[in-house]
């Protein structure tokens, strides 16, 4: 069964760096084909792309926060790690992290719950 | 990278089919066939309803099918349920990066 879990701070004070762990079970991140990625909602709002990382270790990034985050992998530890800088109250919301698995060409089959980030003073 | 455009809502009578559209560019719908679907029930999890733009996964209804035209992908609920009444996102990969589209809210009357 494949699974991915979320977690990180609740509360983050604005400027300060957030740092979300993805932990995965039931697939190989270095299997080629397979990528994790992290995408976050804004209460009430769309669904937002923001990284992935891929089996060969090459990480994408959304043009227009790039400058603010980085994706990484630790297979040991099966787990993904998203930080992200300069945080301000509109990066509130949700972050999810998904897989793209080999059946399923450039979708997320599979979703973690959700990690709540809420970014005030 | 700009999101993809959906209608900001749909409705329709149980039994009915409705369409969502979902309008990208030749910088991700119009060159990839890679746009995919998700249905999220308010407060949970997105979860995956169509893959390459016409697949299903295993275990979703055949009441959902997808198609591309040009620019346009769209979702089409066959046989419309009061179950059906969710969010419903589109997605595309666009070169190195993936985008969403903003959301269709779909009601069942």
């Known amino acids: 069964q494949v699974t991915l879990r979320e977690s990180g701070p609740a509360l983050v004070k604005p400027t300060q760096t957030l740092t979300l762990a993805c932990t995965y079970s039931?697939?190989?991140?270095?299997?080629?084909?397979?990528?994790v990625s992290w995408i976050r909602q804004p209460p009430g709002k769309a669904l937002e792309w923001l990284a992935l990382i891929d089996w060969g270790d090459d990480k994408f990034y959304s043009t227009s926060l790039k400058t603010r985050l980085t994706i990484s992998k630790d297979t040991s530890k099966t787990q993904v790690v998203l930080t992200m800088t300069t945080l301000h109250p509109v990066d509130t919301g949700t972050y999810y992290c998904?897989?793209?698995?080999?059946?399923?060409?450039?979708?997320?089959?599979?979703w973690g719950q959700g990690t709540v980030v809420t970014v005030s003073s | 990278q700009s999101a993809l455009t959906q209608p900001a809502s749909v409705s329709g009578s149980p039994g009915q089919s409705i369409t969502i559209s979902c309008t990208g560019t030749s910088d991700d719908i119009g060159t990839y066939k890679y746009v995919s679907w998700y249905q999220q029930y308010p407060g949970k999890v997105p979860t995956l309803l169509i893959y390459?733009?016409?697949s299903r996964p295993s275990g979703v209804s055949n009441r959902f099918s997808g198609s591309k035209f040009g620019n346009t992908a769209s979702l089409t609920i066959a046989g419309l349920q009061a179950e059906d009444e969710a969010d419903y996102y589109c997605s595309s990969y666009a070169t190195g990066s993936w985008v969403f589209g903003g959301g269709t809210k779909v009601t069942v009357l």
């Open positions: 039931g697939f190989s991140l270095s299997t080629p084909g397979m990528s």
């Open positions: 998904a897989r793209t698995g080999m059946g399923t060409t450039e979708a997320f089959d599979i």
């Open positions: 390459a733009a016409s």
